[in-house]
Nanobody, 118 residues
Framework: QVQLVESGGGLVQPGESLRLSCVAS????????MGWYRQAPGKAREFVAD???????RYGDSVKGRFTTWRDNAKKMVYLQMNSLKPEDTAVYFC????????????WGQGTQVTVSS
């Protein structure tokens, strides 16, 4: 069982940037997709971004062009760089590990709050 711990959340103003980090308790070298989801109050959890072992990165439509994700297998880390933040990006962000890419074995972090407000 892989444990995931996020960090880097906080309160920022619209237009600012924030970087989230996630560290895994074990090797992620064999985990197909490492990435991020988010959940705003009263809304369903939604896909944000992920990076696969096939060197592919995928993004949700609402964050394309503003967010960037990457993984460092040697450090057991995955990152989410968030630029040009908007109030609608406010949510709890969860680190996610999808072992086989089929969403049959999935691990979650505890989440980190990101608030975008003036």
């Amino acid at each position: 069982q892989v444990q995931l711990v996020e960090s880097g959340g906080g309160l920022v103003q619209p237009g600012e940037s924030l970087r989230l980090s996630c560290v895994a308790s074990d090797s992620i070298s064999n985990i197909w997709a490492m990435g991020w989801y988010r959940q705003a109050p009263g809304k369903a959890r939604e896909f944000v971004a992920d990076a696969t072992l096939g060197a592919e990165t995928r993004y949700g439509d609402s964050v394309k062009g503003r967010f960037t994700t990457w993984r460092d297998n040697a450090k057991k880390m995955v990152y989410l760089q968030m630029n040009s933040l908007k109030p609608e990006d406010t949510a709890v962000y969860f680190c996610n590990a999808d072992v086989d890419g089929l969403r049959e074995r999935v691990y979650w972090g505890q989440g980190t709050q990101v608030t975008v407000s003036s």
